[in-house]
């Protein structure tokens, strides 16, 4: 009769170890996948700024309002790498930067792309070397 309730026991913990153990891995990978959707729906915003800004018949104070907030909100969600290429993108597109070059705003759109996709886990393959990216915006309208 020992036997009988120390085999009972064993599988009762066993079965509530294994269901606690199983909650505790969904809910934590459910948490993971809401963050990434929520650094997703950040990274698309500033990405959406920086194309309100290169297209030529937008509203530019608008456009400059919503790549501001953009930019000063990403920090909850993105790592230093992101933040820092952020910042030094920011750095050379502001009107005060009369040092503007496109090769170096090229050169900095570029490293914050990558940021962002190492961020997303997109970079697995991604080779700085060959990586290549402008943004595209439009003629003005006559």
Excluded: C
Aim: charged share 25%; glycine share 2%.
């Amino acid at each position: 009769m020992e036997t009988t309730i120390i085999v009972t026991l064993i599988t009762v913990s066993g079965s509530i170890i294994i269901a606690s153990l199983s909650f505790y891995l969904t809910k934590r990978h459910e948490i993971k996948m809401q963050w990434r959707k929520e650094k997703i729906l950040h990274y698309k915003t500033l990405l959406e700024a920086l194309s309100e800004l290169a297209i030529d018949d937008t509203d530019k104070d608008k456009a400059n309002i919503k790549f501001a907030m953009s930019v000063n909100t990403i920090a909850l969600v993105a790592p230093q790498l992101v933040v820092t290429s952020l910042m030094a993108y920011h750095d050379e597109v502001k009107f005060s930067n009369k040092n503007r070059s496109p090769e170096k705003h090229d050169r900095l759109l570029m490293n914050l792309l990558l940021a962002i996709r190492k961020d997303l886990s997109l970079s697995k393959k991604d080779n700085p070397e060959t990586f290549n990216f402008h943004l595209i915006g439009s003629k003005p309208k006559k």
